[in-house]
Structures are given as structure tokens and as C-alpha cells.
């Protein structure tokens, strides 16, 4: 099975664009979730998607939003860029079986930089 | 709440030497509790997890760890260092929904 993938691998903004980042997650899984990944905060949960509908959420302004389609694939968002948004931008496919504990498997992250 | 705590921003060991990265974590319900390792510009890659099966958890490379819910840890363990394994690593803690909380990290140097 592929693994999750994510585009682009890196991305070179400046302050005040918006941009949107993709994962396809691995065959089957129906929950995506969302991290970002910083030098100072260190690994912080944005958000996760399931069947389309977004099922839990991070402490993160409402400049970060996502959604997922009825494939499973996900996007998210950042609206009105700014310098510390820069990070790395980390997807985990789960498949979110009822009754059990589902591992996340994690993509090999987008790294956004904002000039 | 649930939160993770690793001591250590950044441990170095010899090679062939015990590696023992430190987890501490609180939450209110019973934990799943994870180790995660990331190699420079790559994702997290699952080292073990702890779902209230065993409380000692083998697992990828060698790694273990052990569940001491008296002390709230969850500390991994290697008997013998190798070169490949210096990279970062990570403590998480999750509930049953799709949220990991992370540690901070903590960085192993291994010296030949």
C-alpha cells in the first residue's frame, strides 16, 4: 500500500498570500488529521477529518481550516500568511475503525516558508 | 487534559550504549500513550504504542518501553545504541479520537 502523501513538499510564500496544502491518505483510511510542526511550539494538533466533516480542532486561529473529500482527501488552508506560520505541515491518515485504537500514519510534511 | 512531558531536549550516548529517553504524561482517563521517531526532513514514523494490553511494549528497531501508570511514565529504552538510531523523538498521548499530544522532543546523538 502507498503510504500518505503529501504536495508540494515545499512551498515559498510571503506575508499576507494564502495557501493550501494536500495529503491523500493511505488506501482505505477515512480520518485525516492535521499538525503543525515548529522549532519554538514543537508539534501542535490543527484539526481532523472524518467523512467530511471535521471531528476535532486545535488551538488555531480561524486563518487555519481545512476540509476533506468524499475520497478521504484532504486540504488545508492559511489565509493572510504570516512570518510565523512558517513550519512544517505534518498529515496523518488513520482509518478510524469504531471500537479500537487506530494508528496514524504521518506523511512526509509540507515545509511552508513565509518571507 | 492531557499533556506529555519529555526530560531532556537533547541525549547523548555512545554507541552500543543503553539509550533511555524519558515520558512522563498525565491524563485524566486512561492513556494511549506512543513513541515516534523523525529522521531530518521526513515524517513521524511509529516506533510503539501502548493500548492497555501489555505494559512492556516491544517494538520497530529494537525499542522498548514500559507503561508505570504508579509513576505516570512511559520511558523507551534500547539496549545497545547503533549509529542510525540518532534522530528525534517523540512522547505522544491520545484519547480514542484523532488528537495526538505531543512531547516536546528530544534528540539522541549517538558517538561512535
Known amino acids: 500500500k502507498a503510504g500518505v502523501t503529501q504536495t508540494p513538499r515545499y512551498l515559498i510564500k510571503t506575508r499576507g498570500q494564502q495557501v493550501t496544502l494536500s495529503c491523500s491518505p493511505i488506501s482505505g483510511h477515512r480520518s485525516v488529521s492535521w499538525y503543525q510542526q515548529t522549532p519554538g511550539q514543537g508539534l501542535q494538533f490543527l484539526f481532523e477529518?472524518?467523512?467530511?466533516?471535521?471531528?476535532n480542532k486545535g488551538n488555531f486561529p480561524g486563518r487555519f481550516s481545512g476540509r476533506q473529500f468524499s475520497n478521504s482527501r484532504s486540504e488545508m488552508n492559511v489565509s493572510t500568511l504570516e512570518l510565523g506560520d512558517s513550519a512544517l505541515y505534518l498529515c496523518?491518515?488513520?482509518?478510524?475503525?469504531?471500537?479500537?485504537?487506530?494508528?496514524?500514519?504521518f506523511g512526509p510534511g509540507t515545509r511552508l516558508t513565509v518571507l | 487534559a492531557q499533556s506529555v512531558t519529555q526530560l531532556g531536549s537533547h541525549v547523548s550516548v555512545s554507541e552500543g550504549a543503553l539509550v533511555l529517553l524519558r515520558c512522563n504524561y498525565s491524563?485524566?482517563?486512561?492513556?494511549?500513550l506512543f513513541w515516534y521517531v523523525q529522521y531530518p526532513n521526513q515524517g513521524l514514523q511509529l516506533l510503539l504504542k501502548?493500548?492497555?494490553?501489555?505494559?512492556l511494549v516491544k517494538g520497530i528497531n529494537g525499542f522498548e518501553a514500559e507503561f508505570k501508570k504508579s509513576e505516570t511514565s512511559f520511558h523507551l529504552t534500547k539496549p545497545s545504541a547503533h549509529m542510525s538510531d540518532a534522530a528525534e523523538y517523540f512522547c505522544?498521548?491520545?484519547?480514542?479520537?484523532?488528537?495526538?499530544?505531543f512531547g516536546q522532543g528530544t534528540e539522541l546523538s549517538v558517538k561512535p
Open positions: 491524563s485524566s482517563v486512561p492513556p494511549y
Open positions: 496523518a491518515s488513520s482509518p478510524r475503525l469504531a471500537g479500537e485504537y487506530n494508528e496514524q500514519f
Open positions: 477529518y472524518f467523512s467530511e466533516t471535521q471531528r
Open positions: 501502548y493500548t492497555s494490553a501489555a505494559t
Open positions: 505522544a498521548v491520545s484519547n480514542q479520537g484523532g488528537k495526538l499530544i
